[in-house]
């Protein structure tokens, strides 16, 4: 009852938004977003705390970005909601969201072993597997499952309407097979980096501290020797439409040593990643709980040899040193 009843609310929500233009959700998104999330005491300080570390900005800077990253994800989840009408613009997608090196993409799918797609929660990232999808390129992606399973459904339903196909975590285990299967159809397989790898992930330097990187990306690129592509969505300067930013497709450098091979292509991935948050630092959800297993709780840290901890420990020195001379 309560998830029948659920869904239908977010149905109906999401119909009446389909009934409203582009520019009025926006509208609407940008004013609900600060205006809830403000009120979360404990995600706004852990957002401010996470920007001042990782950028080096005051205060009173990051109080104003915060606020801006709010409107974006007020904006973001209106758009979710509109997902069927920006499904029924399929022949002029470009409208709303257009790929700017597409060349890029047709050069890592030459290969014929699919693309992994390293993003993250920047700009309404449920709009890049859909746009890019809507396109008419073969997209999938790896999610996590979430708590509310009528949030789930209708997100799922509405992934499935633009044509992504979407392999979930949190349910019986890792989709591993489904998952290979798309790369080895020529797919994108995306995943979301920017997320807390827990124990088994990977120690790398990511916004000013040590951070336990995912090793998906890096375990399917080398496994079945497919292209990674850092690909990310921004929304565009006057909100009416978003631009899927393509970067140049590379391979995992394997020299056969496969330990430090996952540290220098994983820190490789989360420079990649950073180094466009901080281009685009309005668009990435600053306030998610990112940190949350300490560099001792990762095995692959305890692992390190005293010359490889010593060098991460520098990187991360550097990365701070550099952080502070910005601020001055």
Same mark, same amino acid.
């Given at each position: 009852m309560a998830f029948s009843f659920k869904y239908g609310l977010l149905k109906g929500i999401s119909n009446l938004l389909?009934?409203?233009?582009?520019?009025?959700?926006?509208?609407?998104?940008?004013?609900?977003?600060? !205006?809830? +999330?403000?009120? #979360?005491?404990?995600? &706004?300080?852990?957002?401010? /705390?996470? =920007?001042?570390?990782?950028?080096?900005?005051?205060?009173?800077?990051?109080?104003?970005?915060?606020?801006?990253?709010?409107?974006?994800?007020?904006?973001?989840?209106?758009?979710?909601?509109?997902?069927?009408?920006?499904?029924?613009?399929?022949?002029h997608i470009g409208d709303y969201v257009k790929i700017d090196h597409p060349e890029n993409i047709e050069e890592a799918f030459a290969n014929g072993k699919g693309i992994v797609a390293l993003t993250g929660h920047v700009g309404n990232w449920e709009w890049l597997g859909a746009g890019v999808a809507l396109h008419g390129y073969n997209v999938?992606?790896?999610?996590?499952?979430?708590?509310?399973? !009528?949030? +789930?459904?209708? #997100?799922?339903?509405? &992934?499935?309407?633009?044509? /992504?196909? =979407?392999f979930l975590t949190g349910t019986d285990g890792y989709e591993m097979i489904p998952a290979a299967r798309a790369l080895r159809k020529n797919y994108f397989l995306g995943f979301l980096s920017d997320k807390d790898g827990d124990k088994v992930g990977v120690p790398v330097v990511f916004m000013n501290r040590i951070f336990s990187f995912p090793p998906g990306p890096a375990v399917f690129a080398r496994k079945f020797k497919s292209p990674i592509m850092p690909i990310f969505i921004t929304r565009d300067k006057d909100n009416t439409g978003h631009t899927v930013h393509a970067g140049k497709p590379f391979y995992y450098e394997d020299t056969g040593d496969e330990r430090k091979d996952m540290?220098?292509?994983?820190?490789?991935?989360?420079?990649?990643?950073?180094?466009?948050?901080?281009?685009?630092?309005?668009?990435?959800?600053?306030?998610?709980?990112?940190?949350?297993?300490?560099?001792?709780?990762?095995?692959?840290?305890?692992?390190?040899?005293e010359e490889e901890r010593a060098e991460l420990l520098d990187r991360l020195k550097k990365r701070k040193e550099a952080a502070h001379a910005e601020r001055q």
């Open positions: 389909c009934m409203m233009s582009h520019r009025r959700i926006l509208s609407i998104g940008r004013f609900l977003g600060p !205006a809830i +999330m403000n009120r #979360i005491q404990k995600q &706004r300080n852990r957002g401010i /705390e996470q =920007i001042m570390t990782g950028t080096g900005m005051d205060r009173p800077a990051a109080e104003a970005l915060l606020t801006e990253v709010y409107e974006h994800i007020g904006m973001s989840v209106m758009e979710m909601l509109w997902m069927p009408r920006l499904c029924a613009a399929r022949d999938s992606a790896i999610a996590k499952k979430q708590r509310d399973d !009528a949030v +789930m459904q209708i #997100i799922n339903d509405y &992934r499935a309407a633009s044509g /992504e196909k =979407i540290l220098v292509n994983s820190q490789k991935m989360a420079d990649l990643l950073e180094d466009f948050i901080k281009k685009y630092p309005a668009d990435w959800l600053w306030f998610q709980h990112l940190f949350w297993t300490e560099p001792e709780r990762v095995n692959m840290y305890n692992e390190l040899t």
